[in-house]
């Protein structure tokens, strides 16, 4: 089973910046995909970010040019660096990855628990 725990979310005023982190943990070979996805009060879940094994990314129209996803793979760590936060940023923020394990079944799919993000005006 592999678990992961996220860190880094709050409140911030418009403008601000925040930096997410989001560490898996477990009987891990590699991770060949991490995502971070949120979801704002009454909306749909997004796809924010993604980032493949060999680094390269893509980022949602909205985000773009104010977040960046990047990974550690010696940590098995996903970060989300958030700049020029907007009140429209406000929403809980998962990460999700997918990758192969000792374990079996040889192939996980896991979720972070979340973590609140507040961009007040």
């Known amino acids: 089973q592999v678990q992961l725990v996220e860190s880094g979310g709050g409140l911030v005023q418009a403008g601000g910046s925040l930096r997410l982190s989001c560490a898996a943990s477990?009987?891990?070979?590699?991770?060949?995909?991490m995502r971070w996805y949120r979801q704002a009060p009454g909306k749909q879940r997004e796809l924010v970010a993604v980032?493949?094994?060999?680094?390269?990314?893509s980022h949602a129209d909205s985000v773009k040019g104010r977040f960046t996803i990047s990974r550690d793979n010696a940590k098995n760590t996903v970060y989300l660096q958030m700049n020029s936060l907007k009140p429209d940023d406000t929403g809980v923020y998962s990460c999700y990855m997918y990758g192969s394990s000792r374990n079996s079944p040889s192939y996980f799919n896991s979720w972070g628990q979340g973590t609140q993000v507040t961009v007040s005006s």
């Open positions: 477990g009987s891990i070979i590699s991770i060949d995909v």
């Open positions: 980032i493949f094994s060999g680094g390269s990314a």
